[in-house]
């Protein structure tokens, strides 16, 4: 019965034995098999990951470049400097374009085709970050430009380099395309790091031509070995794959006749390393189980089966994309761990995700928002025509602080700005655009609360900032504009730029934008490319406003007044010409022409038998130029013209500036027996000193204390004592700005030697002029 008994249970033992090891083979077939398809979900999902995230790096480059080159071409001192044509100038303008976004290489290319700018970092073996001249420049551009960027190529080979490249046109006031500005960025070993680092294969370019050996440009790992690199060149050349490895490739275009590819590899054993663990801990588990298992084996069997079937079908679920839920197939202690694992693996992707879409909408210095999220939040406002405020902050003296302090100062510096930016409630979002500027933006804002409101950040930010025992006075500059429908979010920025360059010029803390500024900014840059031509073309005119002798009662002066009659704009007064002429370099061009064509009016005058004296007047620009005053004596003796006929009139502000200079100049003139006036006295800086030292005949006493004389006793105070200081100089002294026949009465009365005004004429022509004189009596 005994042996029998053991029969039996040998044969159950057996039985169990048998059935547990086909269960357990079983079960160790749906897992393999598994495994297996997970592998490939894992392959898969590595190569859509490097496209994704390729696409985006590469995509994004590209996007940065293209809108940086827009931004940077609508940049009117760029503009005014390209147009002027100062190259030493133009590269320290070009440069700090380049540094704001980091460029490897800025390109400037003018109408004829010719590369007028061309910076570059230094590489290979050069101190990174170094900028020098570019090997091109002064030479033509390679590729045909036009107005749509039509003939240039996202690729630029230079040197031993690639170049990620995008242009944008240079544009004049009325659209017209006078240039084209460029930036780009290396093809090489710092963006296939990134790329490893967010994906996590080998990543590197790859240069392949027809009948030559392929030519690695860059690589993410320290070497390409001998096995790495014929994988890589046979799936690229001839597009074969290789069972050893994951790869991935994608052409990015022509350069020199070659290909350039992107590719990214690694072997399947190091992508599937975490499998294979996984995969040797359920072998061991299987073999745990075995012997404590004989009697539950069928149970056991069964109980292995229905959670693999629920891990393979959230290994599914995860494959499409869905990383949020926690994976979950059984209670068993193996099982659970085996789902951890998953667990941590999808919850690892998400991070990696997460990472990227933060990089892509914040900016890495502060972890303040970028200019995609600002578009990103505020998009929804512009749909629902919300109020929407959009304010662009400058930092003042940044350039200072970096030169003088060093960059990570000069960072500190922006994250404290940040910070309090931050701190300030009723702000709805706040972004650091790039370098020291920063965007504010408000929904649901008005200008009342608005001005307010940046009242507090002017405060805030101004408040003491210390930074390893150094003090630092932080001051902004902002540019605010409102929405006005229809608009969008470029319209906004680039109205709260214009707002806040207007601001600077002028040196004002805040500017709201409004048209004008626009309008007197365009018009501006206009009249800058029109003067010149203006001054050869015969645009300019010449009025003449007269100067009443006070003891004669008679008209024995005039004044020569420039203005510029232009063929679209009318009359343009000389407030808004002459500032343009002195800046560009126009003024003794101007000067000289004002001076032939007053002496060919007096010559005139003279054959009708009328004898007028002329003012001309001269600025600061005309005294620097050391050959000025011998052009006046030489006109004046080539035209056979009595020197008592003509006066030079000079501001305060010409001799102040550079008064040994001035002072010299004006003895030469003196010494030749030629007038001359003070022009707008009371007005500018000239001190008694100096007014003792000058060598002129007459005070021209500006306008601002004449034309209100019979009601302001202040005014009549003023005049009273320059006229008295003047006389006891042995100075003439003529009263500009008489509109009333009161005021006039009074400066007689003082001894006032000449007078003009509108009540005597307003500047008039020629003609109009003599006609005058005839019918007034003087």
């Not at 914040?362 to 304010?391: G, M, Y």
């Not at 021209?700 to 202040?714: E, H």
Request: glycine share 6%; hydrophobic share 40%; with cysteine.
């Amino acid at each position: 019965m005994f042996g029998i008994f053991n029969r039996i249970q040998t044969r159950i033992f057996a039985f169990f034995v048998i059935l547990l090891i086909a269960v357990q083979a079983i079960s160790f077939s749906i897992t393999f098999y598994a495994n297996k398809r997970l592998e490939q979900e894992q392959l898969r999902n590595q190569l859509s990951v490097a496209e994704l995230v390729f696409k985006s790096e590469y995509n994004d480059r590209n996007y940065y470049l293209s809108a940086f080159a827009d931004t940077a071409a609508k940049d009117f001192g760029l503009k005014d400097i390209f147009i002027d044509g100062d190259s030493r100038s133009f590269l320290v303008a070009l440069n700090n374009h380049r540094k704001r976004i980091n460029a490897d290489i800025a390109i400037a290319v003018d109408i004829e085709g010719e590369i007028i700018g061309e910076l570059m970092l230094k590489t290979k073996g050069m101190e990174k970050g170094k900028v020098r001249v570019g090997p091109e420049q002064g030479e033509a551009f390679r590729f045909q430009l036009d107005s749509e960027l039509q003939g240039v190529k996202p690729l630029y080979p230079l040197e031993d380099n690639i170049y990620q490249i995008k242009f944008a046109p240079l544009t004049s006031g009325a659209n017209n395309v006078i240039g084209w500005v460029g930036f780009g960025f290396i093809i090489g070993d710092e963006l296939a790091r990134s790329l490893q680092m967010k994906t996590g294969l080998n990543a590197g370019f790859m240069v392949t031509s027809a009948g030559e050996k392929n030519q690695l440009v860059s690589l993410s790992a320290e070497q390409l070995n001998a096995d790495d690199y014929q994988a890589v060149s046979d799936y690229i050349q001839d597009g074969q794959l290789n069972d050893e490895y994951v790869l991935w490739h994608e052409a990015l275009g022509e350069v020199n006749e070659k290909q350039l590819h992107a590719f990214m590899y690694l072997t399947r054993y190091d992508v599937l390393e975490s499998f294979q663990k996984q995969w040797l801990q359920q072998l061991g588990l299987i073999l745990l189980m075995l012997p404590i298992s004989l009697l539950l084996a069928f149970v056991i069997s069964s109980g292995v089966t229905k959670p693999i079937k629920l891990l393979i079908e959230q290994a599914r679920y995860i494959a499409k994309g869905n990383y949020n839920s926690k994976v979950q197939v059984g209670n068993s202690i193996e099982m659970q761990d085996l789902a951890e694992e998953f667990t941590v693996m999808q919850q690892a992707i998400l991070s990696r995700e997460s990472k990227i879409a933060f990089q892509a909408y914040h900016d890495p210095l502060t972890n303040l928002s970028n200019k995609n999220e600002l578009e990103r939040v505020t998009q929804p406002w512009f749909e629902a025509k919300s109020a929407v405020a959009i304010c662009l902050i400058n930092i003042k003296r940044m350039t200072e602080v970096n030169g003088t302090l060093g960059h990570v100062v000069g960072d500190e510096v922006i994250k404290e700005i940040g910070r309090r930016l931050s701190s300030i409630d009723d702000i709805t979002l706040v972004c650091r655009m790039s370098g020291d500027e920063f965007v504010l933006a408000f929904k649901d804002t008005f200008p009342k609360a608005l001005r307010s409101l940046l009242a507090k950040v002017q405060k805030n930010i101004e408040a003491e900032y210390r930074y390893q025992d150094i003090s630092l006075h932080l001051q902004l500059t902002i540019g605010v504009s409102f929405v006005h429908y229809p608009s969008d979010l470029e319209t906004l920025l680039r109205q709260a730029d214009t707002a806040m360059q207007h601001a600077k010029k002028n040196k004002l803390e805040q500017q709201i934008y409004n048209q004008q500024i626009d309008v007197n900014t365009l018009e501006r840059l206009q009249l800058i490319n029109e003067l010149k031509s203006a001054i050869q073309h015969g645009e300019l005119v010449l009025f003449y406003q007269p100067k009443l002798d006070l003891t004669l009662n008679k008209v024995t002066h005039v004044e020569a007044l420039v203005r510029w009659l232009h063929p679209d704009r009318g009359m343009i007064p000389p407030d808004e010409f002459i500032p343009i002429a002195e800046q560009m370099g126009q003024m003794n061009a101007l000067t000289r022409w004002v001076m032939n064509e007053a002496i060919d009016q007096y010559l005139s005058w003279k054959d009708q038998g009328i004898d007028l004296g002329i003012a001309i007047n001269i600025s600061a620009e005309n005294l620097k130029d050391t050959n000025f005053c011998q052009y006046v004596l030489d006109v004046i003796s080539d035209r056979s013209v009595p020197i008592e006929a003509l006066t030079l009139e000079i501001t305060e502000d010409a001799v102040v500036s550079d008064p040994e200079n001035a002072i010299k100049q004006l003895r030469v003139l003196k010494q030749y027996g030629l007038k001359l006036s003070i022009d707008d006295y009371g007005t500018g800086y000239s001190s008694l000193a100096q007014l003792k030292q000058l060598p002129v005949d007459e005070l021209k006493i500006d306008k601002s204390f004449v034309q209100n004389l019979m009601v302001n006793l202040d005014d009549q105070i003023i005049v009273n004592s320059t006229l008295q200081l003047a006389h006891s100089l042995g100075l003439r002294v003529v009263a500009e700005g008489i509109e009333d026949e009161g005021a006039l009465k009074w400066l007689a009365e003082r001894g006032c030697e000449m007078g003009q005004g509108y009540y005597l004429s307003k500047p008039a022509d020629a003609d109009t002029l003599v006609a005058w004189l005839v019918n007034s009596g003087y």
